[in-house]
């Protein structure tokens, strides 16, 4: 190549690239953005503003938060603080912008806090944004003094706190303990489900009349309060009817109006905010008089001694078991429609008074969480607040492991260690017949006090014995009335293996087992427990409503003693009528009537048990050749089902049986209710035990006003052994090494024993349905019937546990809306107590859910009049 062309190439090759910048160069003045393409853009720095909208000390104090606005330029994370001189008296916030904008954040006081804000004198706040400003740490900041609240510079006020603030809460000073239940009668303990401990002073208690308070040894067991616990307190002002309506509080005939917005009594979760389904009322007990010889006395016929009237709010669905609840009262209104004034005792924290007592002091953190929880979940203006207060509910551990330890330890003795499973495993519990009655035997059959009646009408035989060497898990060998539990230092039951019980039964094989009469075929049928009513005795097995429904189901039913409520623990009921002190033995021993209970039903579903015995054999073709046959149906073999029926008492505690039994799917709960704390001022069996002269828990504890706390008090202990314990885990949420369950609910309308209320909010408790239509117009106490419940009117009926009503027309009234029972004498008629087990729609519906779980329209069992009546009735009424 020569020299001109190496030059002319390399001259062209110069200009080529001199041609493309001058092109570059062109195209980006051209279109500036060019220049910086395929580079990121620069985010664009965030520079943050303060500026504080609380204006005043009043207002931040009514409020509890202090109003700051931030604004951004740009996307930033802004963490906010803000606090009063040196000290952080708010809780800090972070607030997001996505782009440039401004936000308005409210800064809650912490307690510290408003004590500090709530003293006299200015108050100035700052205010602290820390963000990032690009790849650098960046703060804005913003103080201001508030306007001075002249209120705040009062002197320290004074809150009369009693002789004994440290065990009676000076919030309520009229009855110590009040209000009930309180977590001030509780003490922090990491080892309980709840985290905590009951801790009642024993003084606190209310005294006898010889000066002897109630034994809190057992109470303080627990880990809170009952799940049924009434809430009550003395609200001076509040204690008559007038008052009552001008409040505006929920009463019992309009359960529905609890979820108002502007309720003026609230109870709430205290986590999650939610609301608690509740109902208020006064005690009538000491504005009423009851029948005498004078005449027949009437609800609030004595109305000026409102000195003992507390006030009630009742769970109308049971508490949650573990959970702690805020109470919460606000604009109440005396009887001449004027504001109540808040206690001076509950205004110290809500207005921020200040004090020097340290009592009051000392839990001034405490309440200021309450009130701000209250303020901010359920949305109550502070300033509106009459009282609030909170409480722990017991959990499911404290109220039934110690039914639950006996129950799994009764049965491992068997050789049975899950009873989860529907199975029978191990050995049948040692039996001992004793009697045997047939139709046609002699006047009296058995031996001496074993002794039976003859059978008769649809009863074929009667079978007395006793089931041997049933382990006792009381302090006593033979576990007689009196005797107690023993425990451990963890809490768990101490207990003799070597100690033993015999549990006595009689039992009832119906005609319809042998239809065609002696010497004809056999059905076999199944087998069930019954339990019997208030202080009775196995020997009610013979219950002629029980007879029919042996004789349509074809079942074999036996009965044993409740123990610990039966007749043979009179003395010891009798004996805590005059001193509290003594209940627990009660209680004690009906758990281990449970145990007593579940081994007998164990008894009978289990080959080598009743069905092996003679006495429970029957000939089939009149050839004495051929072995007797059983009549009670085992051809499931070890899956084989139990039932359980029990009447009043039966229905009460053998709610807690149902939870607990292992053997059992469905069981009837006849005239049922729980709650005795509840039910047993609104029962004119309490009659007897609570007005004897002399002797009656009235005579031994006349201080009217303590009453209902010392109820509530007995429940704590009550829950252990009825069905408010249990009812959370009755159904389809069992208890731990146990099957779930359903159940059929029997309520008499107007019942004067047990309280239709009580099954109402058993059957919100666990879930159950409401048979419908339940009640004609009129009939039902609240003007729009079954708050809660699902009304269910397509039949046959086969998803679970279900409430029916059975009313037995006119000549029962709709019970009273106050906490007292249906009297006769008061104009509420007749007690049909005994009517739905010997009607044919409740014979019908105890023999079908008990056989299949399913229940049939009352129009289809027993067709009145008006065959388009699906209504059930009882006592030979047919409808209006």
């Known amino acids: 190549m020569s020299l001109f062309e190496r030059t002319s190439g390399r001259r062209i090759t110069v200009g080529a690239v001199l041609t493309a910048l001058a092109f570059v160069a062109f195209l980006s003045f051209g279109n500036p953005g060019m220049a910086d393409a395929g580079k990121p853009k620069k985010a664009k720095k965030a520079k943050v503003t303060l500026s504080v909208k609380t204006g005043t000390q009043a207002g931040l104090i009514s409020t509890g938060k202090l109003k700051v606005q931030v604004r951004s330029t740009a996307k930033a994370k802004v963490r906010l603080a803000a606090y009063r001189g040196s000290g952080k008296s708010f809780r800090s916030k972070t607030v997001r912008f996505r782009k440039r904008g401004k936000k308005v954040v409210t800064l809650p006081l912490t307690a510290a806090g408003r004590t500090a804000v709530s003293k006299c004198g200015a108050v100035k706040v700052k205010v602290v944004a820390k963000y990032r400003k690009g790849q650098k740490k960046a703060r804005a900041t913003r103080t201001k003094s508030l306007r001075r609240d002249s209120n705040r510079c009062v002197s320290p006020v004074t809150v009369p706190l009693g002789d004994n603030p440290e065990r ?7 009855v110590c303990l009040q209000p009930f239940p309180n977590d001030y009668y509780t003490r922090p303990d990491s080892s309980t489900e709840t985290g905590r401990r009951l801790n009642i002073h024993p003084e606190s208690t209310p ?29 001076p002002g509040l204690d008559t009817p007038s008052a009552f309506s001008n409040s505006g509080l929920v009463p019992i005939n309009d359960l529905r109006s609890w979820e108002a917005a502007d309720a003026p009594v609230m109870v709430i979760d205290a986590e999650t905010g939610e609301r608690q389904p509740i109902w208020a009322e006064l005690d009538s007990n000491p504005t009423s008089v009851d029948p005498s010889d004078d005449g027949p006395g009437g609800i609030n016929t004595n109305p000026g001694n409102t000195e003992d009237v507390n006030l009630f709010v009742r769970p109308a669905k049971n508490f949650e078991y573990g959970r702690r609840y805020i109470v919460a009262f606000r604009n109440l209104r005396d009887a001449s429609d004027q504001p109540i004034e808040a206690p001076l005792g509950f205004r110290v924290y809500r207005d921020g008074l200040p004090t020097e007592q340290s009592p009051v002091e000392d839990r001034r953190d405490h309440m200021e969480s309450v009130i701000g929880d209250v303020v901010g979940k359920a949305g109550v203006e502070r300033s509106s607040l009459y009282m609030a207060w909170d409480f722990t ?3 499911e551990e404290s109220i039934t492991s110690r039914a639950l330890q006996i129950r799994d330890d009764a049965f491992a003795r068997l050789g049975d260690l899950d009873l989860a499973d529907r199975e029978i495993d191990g050995d049948s519990p040692e039996l001992e017949i004793l009697a045997v009655c047939d139709q046609g035997d002699a006047p009296t059959c058995g031996d001496g006090a074993n002794g039976l009646p003859v059978p008769s009408g649809d009863i074929l035989r009667y079978v007395e014995g006793r089931i041997k060497n049933v382990p006792c898990y009381l302090n006593q060998n033979g576990c007689p009335p009196g005797s107690t539990f023993e425990f ?16 006595q039964f009689r039992c009832i094989v119906p005609k319809s087992v042998q239809p065609g009469g002696p010497d004809t075929a056999v059905i076999p049928g199944p087998a069930g427990t019954y339990g019997h009513g208030l202080l009775g005795d196995y020997r009610q097995v013979n219950d002629g409503g029980l007879a029919r429904v042996a004789r349509d189901g074809g079942g074999i039913w036996c009965g044993a003693n409740w123990a610990g409520f039966s007749s043979s623990d009179l003395l010891t009921i009798f004996n805590s009528l005059g001193d509290m002190s003594n209940f627990n033995k009660a209680v004690d021993r009906m758990q281990q009537g449970f145990v007593n209970f579940m081994l007998l039903n164990r008894a009978l579903i289990h080959p080598g048990g009743f069905a092996a015995l003679d006495a429970f054999k029957l000939d089939d073709d009149g050839n004495n050749l051929t072995p007797e046959v059983p009549v009670i149906d085992l051809s499931e073999g070890t899956s084989t089902r139990g039932q359980y029926l029990g009447i009043s008492q039966g229905g009460i505690m053998g709610g807690a049986l149902m939870a607990l039994s292992p053997d059992v799917d469905r069981g009837v709960l006849d005239v049922l209710g729980m709650n005795y704390s509840t039910l047993l001022r609104r029962s004119v069996d309490s009659d007897g035990y609570f007005k004897i002269p002399n002797v009656g828990l009235y005579a031994s504890y006349p201080d009217e006003s303590e009453r209902p706390v010392l109820l509530s008090l007995l429940q704590l202990l009550w829950d252990r052994g009825e069905a408010n314990g249990y009812a959370q885990s009755m159904t389809s949420d069992p208890l731990p090494n146990t099957p779930p369950h359903d159940v059929l609910l029997k309520a008499a309308l107007g019942d004067h024993q047990v309280a239709n209320v009580t099954a109402e909010v058993k059957a919100r408790t666990i879930g159950a349905s409401v048979y419908a239509p339940a009640l004609n117009p009129g009939r039902h106490w609240e003007t729009d019937p079954f708050s809660g419940l699902v009304e269910q009117s397509t039949f046959p009926w086969d998803d679970g546990s279900m409430l029916v009503y059975y009313d037995s027309g006119p000549i029962v009234a709709t019970p009273p809306n106050e906490n007292l029972p249906p009297r006769g004498e008061w104009g509420y008629g007749i007690d049909p107590h005994g009517h739905p087990r010997s009607s044919v729609d409740g014979v019908s519906h105890a023999v079908t859910f008990l056989d299949d779980g399913t229940i049939n329209s009352c129009a289809a069992i027993t067709p009145g009049p008006n065959p388009s009546d699906a209504h059930c009735y009882a006592n030979g009424w047919t409808g209006p």
């Open 168 to 174: 009676c809460d000076f919030l309520d000073s009229t």
């Open 207 to 235: 005294a006898n009349k010889d000066g002897v308070h109630i034994s809190v040894t057992d109470m303080n067991r627990g880990d809170g309060f009952s799940p049924g616990n009434a809430i009550m307190l003395k609200i």
């Open 393 to 395: 509910v017991a959990s």
């Open 488 to 503: 451990d230092s963890d809490g768990s039951i101490d207990f003799d293996p070597a100690f033993t019980m015999n549990v």
